[in-house]
């Protein structure tokens, strides 16, 4: 759908009440991985608890799970189980070592189809005054806004139907891009959820590109993640 003309406040209005609602999700996954020359494919389950935790758990053959990634609002965890080894690690300490601004709601969000503000848990109707917003198109907006503690320019690029179509995320200083596409939107209950993510990360001296597929869908079960 061809984007409308609309004031900024109205424009950050329409995104929020279109984003996709949850309180808890779970879904097979199909992951791709390459770079360079290499490349990994493999089963893999998905499982989100809203602003609690997240988990991704990799079963290359027969549904055995060889490697976790676990994450919640303090801490990441990530468990090799061919190895016998894992990494604890806090949220805090990650972000001083690694310029990548990166935290729970930034991946929750990404992961979700949300747009987000950088350092803050929460989106209201307020905070499009952190943003500023162009047309890049007659097909698309672009609202972009900085982090003012790391520098991270961040941009969320939102469709004719006001839908997030892709999110990117640039430190200037290392210069570390994270692009993330979002494609196939297929209506689940009363939300609209994007079946296909394609992630391109790019570094001085590494490029990677990662393949999302979701299948078997479900929202809002009770289950607990540890």
């Known amino acids: 759908t061809p984007i409308e003309n609309k004031l900024s406040e109205d424009l950050f209005v329409d995104i929020i009440n279109n984003q996709f609602d949850y309180t808890s999700l779970s879904s097979k996954l199909n992951l791709n991985l390459s770079s360079g020359k290499k490349s990994l494919s493999s089963k893999s389950n998905i499982k989100i608890i809203k602003d609690k935790a997240i988990q991704l758990s990799v079963q290359p053959l027969f549904g055995v799970e060889m490697l976790r990634l676990y994450m919640d609002t303090d801490t990441l965890v990530i468990l090799d189980r061919m190895n016998k080894r894992y990494v604890k690690e806090s949220i805090k300490d ?11 709601t930034t991946l929750q969000s990404l992961l979700t189809n949300r747009v987000f503000v950088s350092g803050n848990r929460r989106v209201s109707q307020n905070d499009f005054k952190n943003f500023t917003i162009n047309n890049i198109s007659d097909q698309y907006y672009l609202i972009r806004s900085t982090d ?22 640039r430190e200037p200083r290392e210069n570390y891009e994270l692009e993330w596409a979002y494609d196939e939107f297929i209506k689940s209950s009363q939300s609209v959820f994007p079946h296909k993510m394609n992630l391109s990360i790019d570094s001085p001296d590494k490029k990677a590109n990662v393949r999302l597929e979701f299948s078997g869908l479900n929202l809002n079960d009770n289950f607990d993640l540890r």
Request: charge should be negative; aromatic fraction near 18%; avoid cysteine.
């Open 148 to 169: 003012k503690k790391s520098g991270i320019e961040y941009s969320f690029a939102i469709n004719g139907n006001d839908h997030l179509a892709g999110t990117f995320l």
């Open 94 to 104: 990650i972000k001083e070592v690694y310029p990548v601004g990166f935290d729970f």
